[in-house]
Nanobody, 123 residues
Framework: QVQLVESGGGLVQAGGSLRLSCAASGRTLSSFAMGWFRQAPGKEREFVAAIRWSSGTTYYTDSVKGRFHISRDNAKNTVDLQMNSLKPEDTAVYYC????????????????WGQGTQVTVSS
């Protein structure tokens, strides 16, 4: 089992920045891929970014490329999502997820999920 706890959400003005963090515990993450997803009100949950723990390989959805950066800290067992140039359309609950294996964007292929953290971007 892997436990995931997100933190760092909040309210920010458009153009601002936030840094989300996901603390993982329960298992060694060397064989895992870690992902960030988001769900806006009335919409389906969608993929945002992911990182392969062992290699550091990353992947982003097109709408956040150049604005968001995902990273992992081996010592702290955390995965962070640095979000810059935020837009009102980035408003959502952001979820951290984990799976054994490589990076995928399909939600159902992630086995472990955090409880989510709210990000609100005002215009």
């Amino acid at each position: 089992q892997v436990q995931l706890v997100e933190s760092g959400g909040g309210l920010v003005q458009a153009g601002g920045s936030l840094r989300l963090s996901c603390a993982a515990s329960g298992r060694t993450l060397s064989s895992f891929a870690m992902g960030w997803f988001r769900q806006a009100p009335g919409k389906e949950r969608e993929f945002v970014a992911a990182i392969r723990w062992s290699s550091g390989t990353t992947y982003y959805t097109d709408s956040v490329k150049g604005r968001f950066h995902i990273s992992r800290d081996n010592a702290k067992n955390t995965v962070d999502l640095q979000m810059n140039s935020l837009k009102p359309e980035d408003t959502a609950v952001y979820y951290c997820a984990a799976r054994v294996g490589g990076i995928v964007v399909v939600i159902t292929l992630y086995d472990y999920w955090g409880q989510g953290t709210q990000v609100t971007v005002s215009s």
